[in-house]
Every structure is written in structure tokens, then in C-alpha cells.
């Protein structure tokens, strides 16, 4: 997914800053300002993503950055008839779905904090997109409309491979089971051989409905086995 947020004409340099945050947070980088009021401010509110500043291409037209994409999308509050002309709007969920397999380069073009995006700058774009708000108060702030429409577009990435966030596998779960069983014998409790095997299914199935994962497991198996040496070492 090849997304660049494109701000036409921000107008506070606060919000430039906050908007390349929230694009670092949702892991998106390419960043484009047209005529920008760009400060100092700029790079105080974006705190750790200074770099999305940076690196960002400051333009002098809007037409120029229409022509560096593929798919361009233009944002506005205003979702009526008379402010998009012949065209009904996408919602930030069916962007995303439009676009998630697009090979292409993709601009999302957000207006200025005043008065958004100019008729024709809605009419030049291929689709236009929304944001459903209330109707008593329908205009987000620009880094928070920023921020909506970065969040659809990440959830339809692929989940990034997280070793700590491994499911447990079954041989884990089973490996803490036969942990507990040893304890339970070491411990010699409860005395009764039949009433142990229950205290042992009961486990097993606890761990079963569980959602665990496997460093979760292994932090567990780990203090049960210290647990049976310590025993073990004592009835020497």
C-alpha cells in the first residue's frame, strides 16, 4: 500500500507536526505539503517523527502534486450534493478495501484547516472521501481526520510477525500440563492417586480455553519446574 498524505495549504504549523507523528505511528512516512506554514512549531509537535518532516516533498501547486500519483483520493468534512458535485463519497473502511491490493501510488489530499479543499480541487481528484461525524458538529480537526483515515488504512495490512505474540502451540500447552502433573507428584497432593488425575484434567482444560501465548507458557513452566527441583533437592 503506497500512501502519502498530501496537506494543501496547512494552515498551523502545530497540526503539521502532530499529523507527522500520527503518520509515524500508523507506519506510513511519505509526506507532501503544498504551500506549507511550516516552523519550528512544526518540529517541536512532531516529537519523534522529525524525519516524516524532513524527508517531507514541499510543493508549490496543488496541480503538481496531482501528478505525482496514480489514485488520488481528496478528504472533506461537507459530504452534501453541493459540495461535491456528480459525486458521492467513500468512507475511510472503503478506501481502505478499494485500495489495499492497489500496485499503484496512492495521494490523500486534506484541505486546509479554514475551508478544506476548493470545488475544484474535489472535481480534480478520482474519488472524494468523508469522515461520518455528528450532524451538530460534522468538521474534524485536520491531524485528527488525519489520524481516522491513517487508522482504517493500517488495519488492512498484514499483521506484522511478533515472536512475544507467537500463540501458544499445542506441545507447549501440553508441556505446562505434564509440569503441573510432575509438581502435583513431587508434592505427593492430594494423596489419593485418582483425586491428582482430576486436579491434572482440571488444569488441562483451564489451559485449554485459555488463549495463551508461548512466552506466556514458558514464563509458567519455568518457576513449576524450579518448584519440583527445590522438592526433589529436599527429599534428598
Known sequence: MKVAVVLVEPEGPANIGMIARTMKNFGF????????????ESYAYAVHARDVLENALILDSFEEALELFDFTVGTTGKPGKRFIPHRAPL?????????????GEVGIFFGRESIGLKNEELEAVDVTLTIPTSYEYPVMNLAQAVAVVLYELSKKRPEPYVEALK???REEK???????????????Y????????VFVKVFQRAVGRAFLYGREVHTLIGPLRKAVKRLEECEC
Open 91 to 103: 468512507m475511510p473502511w472503503e478506501l481502505a478495501e478499494l485500495i489495499k491490493n492497489y500496485p
Open 167 to 169: 500463540p501458544a502451540t
Open 190 to 197: 492430594p494423596k489419593d492417586a485418582e483425586r491428582r488425575k
Open 29 to 40: 512516512s511519505r509526506l507532501v505539503l503544498i504551500n506549507p506554514n511550516l516552523s519550528e
Open 174 to 188: 501440553e508441556a505446562l500440563v505434564r509440569t503441573w502433573e510432575k509438581l502435583l507428584n513431587t508434592l505427593d
